[in-house]
Each structure stands twice: as C-alpha cells, then as structure tokens.
C-alpha cells in the first residue's frame, strides 16, 4: 500500500507562481515514474509533467517553458513548479506514483488562477 500527499495548491493571479509538493510513502520511491495531473471542471483528467525513474521529463505542450517538474528520491518527494499561471491552468492537480501495473493517486490538491 502506498500513501501520496500533495500540499502547495491554492490561489493566485495571472503571472503568479505556485509550488505543488507531493510527500510518497512508498517502498523502491526511485523506480516509480512520478507524474503530476490535472483536471479541470468538465474536462478529462490530462497528464501535465512526468519524472521517470532513469531521468527523463515530460511536460504537455500547454506548460512547457513555464513548469519544472523534480523529484528527491532521499526524501521521496516530487514538486511541481508553476510559473507564469493562466486562468487555464485552474484545475485540482494529483500526484501519481506509476510502477508497470501499480499506479497511485494523491487526493488532489486545487489551485485556482484568478483576477
């Protein structure tokens, strides 16, 4: 079994910045591919930025050059950096902890970006 945190959501205006943390309780943390998702009302849940086990990231075009996803396999965190917010990017965001057939969810954590 396996516990995932997120902490960091909230509101801001346009332009503003915002730091999602998700806290894992899990065994073998550094093999997991490590993702952070959203989903927006009336929308499907869509994959934002991912964190593999060898290194690699992956970043849906909409966030490129404005979100930085990292990982600290010690401490078994992963954050998500969010610059330059737009009201598009209002949705709750989860954490997901993936390994082959084992997937994890976070409870999700709103953010809201508003004038």
């Known amino acids: 079994q396996a516990q995932l945190v997120e902490s960091g959501g909230g509101s801001v205006q346009p332009g503003g910045s915002l730091r999602l943390s998700c806290a894992a309780s899990?065994?073998?943390?550094?093999?997991?591919?490590m993702g952070w998702y959203r989903q927006a009302p009336g929308k499907e849940r869509e994959l934002v930025a991912s964190?593999?086990?060898?290194?690699?990231?992956h970043y849906v075009d909409s966030v490129k050059g404005r979100f930085t996803i990292s990982r600290d396999n010690t401490k078994k965190t992963v954050s998500l950096q969010m610059n330059s917010l737009k009201p598009d990017d209002t949705a709750v965001y989860y954490c997901?902890?993936?390994?082959?057939?084992?997937?994890?969810w976070g409870q999700g954590t709103q953010v809201t970006v508003s004038s």
């Open positions: 964190f593999t086990s060898g290194g690699s990231m």
């Open positions: 997901n902890a993936k390994l082959f057939e084992k997937a994890f």
């Open positions: 899990v065994s073998f943390f550094s093999a997991y591919t």
